[in-house]
């Protein structure tokens, strides 16, 4: 095909999406085979630090299209950016502390466990100013802890070895051995089961349950490609997207319909799952991540 000249449609994503092994490429190409148009991916970060970017952009933004707006983060899609079309899901994942069987014999049951003296200095988790999974986390801990949630999060520090800008370092850091417990995904086994064939890494059960990160996709209302864009946003929850979402980004699809991998079933759900009972506004988001500054910076 012969791309000079044709429409491109400019998203934003984080790396793990928009790299060559991510769901991103494969499902940019599907769509071109049917859009006479081009997809250009962008690695803007994750969900904070993307959502900055477009802020500090403005008007002049090129991003036609983001994708992996945490839900909490969905009202700064208004409120920073004037962003008023409703967003839509693309996937979503429990969060779990990730581990190897081979390192760990008894891995924590509670988030109390990370608490143990086994773990100081051998955790390493996202910061929720930039990083959706960071973010995720601190929703957890305050779904579970209300009101003693900062006083947890104090005890917990000297526990981390570090907290990264981002998921790629964290879970690049367990994977070199650096860390014995990595905030990640329940699914994060499934890309080493069906990639690597090893089934030395496992997601620790949580007797309290799971928060759910809920990934969202949503369209800049001030794209001058906005028919193109919601073209794309359709084909994104279609089953022939997801089922890349699934296979690639190992995450759970949007559309119910969409087939889970072997992996997946292998892997089985969390026997608890614990999702947001009500939306945080940005001005609650705020005020969480500035106490949160104040206990870690």
């Known amino acids: ?54 802020k500090l952009e403005g008007s002049r933004s090129p991003a036609d299209m983001v994708i992996g707006v945490e839900e909490a983060f969905v009202s700064r899609l208004e409120k920073d950016l004037g962003w008023d079309q409703r967003p839509a899901l693309l996937d979503s994942g429990p969060l779990a502390f990730v581990y190897k069987r081979s390192r760990v014999s008894q891995p924590p049951k509670s988030l109390d466990d990370l608490l143990d003296r086994r773990w100081k200095n051998q955790i390493v988790i996202q910061d929720p100013r930039f990083s959706s999974v960071g973010l995720g986390f601190l929703l957890w801990v305050l779904e579970l802890k209300g009101q003693g949630a900062w006083d947890y999060l104090k005890k917990l520090k000297p526990q981390l070895k570090m907290i990264t ?45 799971h ?44 559309n119910d319909l969409t087939p889970l991998t072997e992996a997946f079933l292998k892997i089985g759900k969390p026997s608890k799952l614990i999702e947001l009972k009500t939306k945080v506004s940005k001005e609650q988001l705020d005020e969480i991540l500035k106490k949160w500054r104040a206990i870690f910076s």
């Open 1 to 54: 095909m012969n791309l000079a000249g044709l429409v491109t449609l400019v998203v934003y994503s984080y790396s793990s999406f928009v790299t060559s092994w991510g769901p991103g490429p494969e499902i940019a190409k599907k769509f071109e085979a049917t859009c006479n148009c081009k997809v250009k991916l962008v690695d803007a970060g994750d969900g904070g630090s993307m959502l900055g970017r477009v």
């Open 165 to 209: 800008p981002n998921w790629d370092l964290a879970y690049g850091m367990f994977k070199k051995d650096q860390t014995l417990l990595v905030l990640s995904y329940w699914t994060s086994p499934a890309y080493h089961i069906q990639e690597e064939k090893n089934f030395d890494i496992a997601a620790a059960e949580f007797s309290q349950g």
């Open 211 to 254: 928060y759910v990160q809920k990934e969202y996709l949503a369209i800049n209302p001030r794209s001058q490609k906005l028919q193109l864009a919601q073209r794309f946003a359709q084909f994104l929850v279609s089953q022939e997207a997801q089922q890349e979402v699934n296979r690639r980004n190992f995450m759970y699809p949007a």
